[in-house]
């Protein structure tokens, strides 16, 4: 047998080196390395090659079998829309997210409106005690919900569990950091530990047919590996975000191999628990600053649903050598971007001002169409004069000053016209011969019609 060798593996990002080192070369992130035992074993193909074993693999056409993937919608219309229509058995679904984001209430959620309808049901808890999980179940009204509860950490005791029964329809284990393996020499919550035991797990759902769902904890200190490093392993990856101090939570899809990965579903926890939001937009732009400067409505596309949510900026002379950039909800460097293009090509003198933006109600925004509501939100911060109440604004902002076509245009009207908006100012080029519902526009080639459109700033 090969000898068992040490490698030093980072936490983080899972790079392995030969030494201990504070910073991780690969990614740059501190104190997260940890010394771990590799698997005494070389290379498979190595190891089959000279004990002679395997067998002849056989292969398949692409066109044999074209079937959708069978769908078990969960009852939770919001986490089903994510997953693309509801989870697909025999499929693994990874949920990140910071600790107390609500993953465990999601879940658990999820779970119980899954048994309810009939379907077998395990949710192991390997951080919480059985009584934990039962008061939450109760504060959540669902103490009667046929759920089997389990508190197993050991992979080979729950492999074991889980191939005495009948393979149940969906697995939970809260969370994938609590799993240990004795099979592996690593501490628990190690690299190591963590891609052996996910994937012992995701070849069991493979196999039996079961969903699983694995709940991983997104780590800033590195003390225990971070979810990104099982991402290859499962199907779908689910990321559950929000702000502190704020009520709204977005899950949002970033891998799935079996649907789309820009839905967004979105959820207001409640003292009972998680609840959807249908109409997400009306929620955004629920308590709205209206009459004062600096704020400016988006039309947004999250997925194949329309979102209208508030962006509000403060532009402010800054007292320091090197101005103030801060960003929520928002890329950073779009931000830079834009501020440059304002200087640049519409002579807005922002250089020797702080800058905040910020996207209202803890959305992350990624649609690039909204650059021209955030330049509408500086522009009116920075000139002192509040933007209409009743416009929306979207549009793509190029390095030349130029306001470039975006898609859906239809959608993002539609949503503003049924949330009481009675005017857009959207791309020219995105502006059809027939002349849109309800709704006047104001068509935008330049960067500098906006400009113009606010005027000078106010002298006080
Ligand atoms: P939890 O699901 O335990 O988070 P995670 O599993 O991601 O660590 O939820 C934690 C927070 O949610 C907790 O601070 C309290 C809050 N919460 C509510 O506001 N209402 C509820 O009904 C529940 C169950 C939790
Ligand atoms: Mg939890």
Request: charged share 20%; proline share 7%; aromatic share 6%.
């Given at each position: 047998m090969a000898k068992a060798s040490k490698a030093f593996v980072c936490q983080a990002c899972g790079a392995v080196s030969a030494r201990w080192s504070g910073k991780c070369a690969a990614c740059g992130e501190w104190n997260s390395i940890i010394e771990e035992t590799a698997a005494p074993?070389?290379?498979?193909?190595?190891?089959?090659?000279?004990?002679?074993?395997?067998?002849?693999?056989?292969?398949e056409g692409l066109g044999t079998e074209t079937r959708d993937a069978p769908r078990l919608p969960t009852g939770m219309a919001e986490f089903d829309r994510v997953l693309g229509g509801g989870l697909v058995p025999g499929s693994a679904v990874l949920v990140g997210g910071d600790p107390g984001i609500g993953k465990s209430t999601l879940l658990l959620q999820a779970a119980a409106a899954l048994a309810t309808s009939g379907?077998?049901?395990?949710?192991?808890?390997?951080?919480?005690?059985?009584?934990?999980?039962?008061?939450?179940?109760?504060?959540?009204?669902?103490?009667?919900?046929?759920?089997?509860?389990?508190?197993?950490?050991?992979?080979?005791?729950?492999?074991?569990?889980?191939?005495?029964?009948?393979?149940?329809?969906?697995i939970v284990i809260d969370s994938v950091q609590t799993l240990w393996s004795e099979g592996l020499e690593a501490a628990p919550g190690t690299i190591s530990q963590l891609r052996g035991c996910a994937s012992a797990l995701v070849s069991y759902a493979k196999a039996s047919g079961s969903t699983l769902v694995l709940v991983g904890h997104v780590?800033?200190?590195?003390?225990?590996?971070?979810?990104?490093?099982?991402?290859?392993?499962?199907?779908?990856?689910?990321?559950?975000?929000?702000?502190?101090?704020?009520?709204?939570?977005?899950?949002?899809?970033?891998?799935?191999?079996?649907?789309?990965?820009?839905?967004?579903?979105?959820?207001?926890?409640?003292?009972?628990?998680?609840?959807?939001?249908?109409?997400?937009?009306?929620?955004?732009?629920?308590?709205?600053?209206?009459g004062a400067p600096g704020t400016a409505v988006f039309a947004g596309m999250e997925g194949t649903r329309p979102i209208l949510v508030e962006i509000q900026a403060l532009v402010a002379p800054s007292l320091l050598s090197m101005p103030r950039r801060a960003v929520v909800g928002w890329d950073p460097n779009r931000l830079a971007m834009l501020i440059a293009v304002l200087e640049a090509r519409c002579g807005t003198r922002l250089g020797a001002q702080d800058v905040y933006l910020n996207v209202a109600g803890g959305l992350k925004?990624?649609?690039?169409?909204?650059?021209?509501?955030?330049?509408?939100?500086?522009?009116?911060?920075?000139?002192?004069?509040?933007a209409p109440e009743d416009t929306v604004y979207f549009g793509e902002v190029s390095l030349t000053g130029a306001v470039r076509a975006v898609g859906h245009m239809d959608q993002r009207l539609k949503e503003a016209t049924k949330l009481g908006f009675t005017r857009g100012v959207v791309p020219a080029a995105c502006v059809p011969d027939r002349q849109l519902q309800e709704i006047r526009l104001m068509p935008l080639s330049q960067l500098s019609d906006l400009v113009a459109w606010f005027g000078p700033p106010e002298r006080d």
């Open positions: 074993s070389g290379p498979p193909a190595l190891v089959a090659i000279r004990g002679g074993k395997g067998r002849a693999a056989s292969f379907a077998p049901v395990i949710y192991l808890s390997g951080e919480e005690a059985p009584a934990q999980v039962r008061m939450r179940a109760a504060r959540l009204g669902l103490s009667q919900a046929p759920v089997a509860l389990g508190t197993e950490t050991n992979l080979a005791n729950i492999i074991a569990t889980l191939s005495k029964a009948k393979a149940p329809a969906l780590t800033k200190d590195g003390q225990i590996a971070g979810p990104k490093v099982i991402e290859h392993v499962v199907d779908t990856v689910l990321y559950f975000e929000g702000q502190s101090g704020h009520q709204f939570r977005i899950l949002r899809a970033v891998k799935n191999r079996f649907g789309p990965t820009d839905e967004i579903g979105v959820f207001e926890m409640r003292y009972e628990g998680l609840q959807q939001v249908e109409n997400p937009s009306a929620l955004f732009l629920s308590d709205r600053d209206q925004l990624g649609d690039p169409a909204a650059d021209l509501a955030a330049a509408a939100a500086l522009l009116s911060s920075f000139t002192g004069r509040p």
